[in-house]
């Protein structure tokens, strides 16, 4: 985690003037963790842009708090996405809410039962986390768009990056300099 937080962090200070988003995916939540730890320390970042696919609980989490830790994983093209609870994200719940917290989620996997946010505890949304289900049916649409339009190519997993990107864009209509961190570097 640290060296990517010594990445992100000195990507977003060398290319942004000022505050940025940050779009990733989550198949860990490595990335994400290294995001919000540069986020805490100060680097101006304004959004964190998390991509999942269909197998992750983030989303639900994210607007709802809630994690299924029982739901099916079904296999796609993508398998370092292909996790219903990210690894690591323990770590995020932690730094967000503490270690009780942290102790009941886990508690909730083990006994594979359903884990829910409290009503006091404010959802993840509100800590300015945008969460999109970026289907693996749109990849290959993500990846010749961009190649169509800058002449470049990207892999897949930077992809789902780009496709929550074009979510968030689409929802908030709104923009500014985002990076995007695919899963193997920035």
Known sequence: VAIRIALIAASVLRLAEKESDVAVNCGDFEQVLAVYYCRKMGVP????LIACNENSNIWDFVYRGTIHSNASLQNTAYPALDKVIPD??????F???GQE???RFLNAVADKQDYQL???MALP???DLFVSVVGQERIPAVINSFRTNNG????PYTAFSLGVLQDYRAKAGESCLTLIFEEAAP
């Open 45 to 48: 970042i304004r959004k964190i």
């Open 125 to 127: 949304a509100n800590d």
């Open 88 to 93: 690591l994200f323990e770590a995020y719940l």
């Open 152 to 155: 470049l190519f990207i892999n």
């Open 101 to 103: 917290e942290t102790q």
């Open 118 to 120: 409290t009503e006091q």
């Open 95 to 97: 730094l967000s809410y």
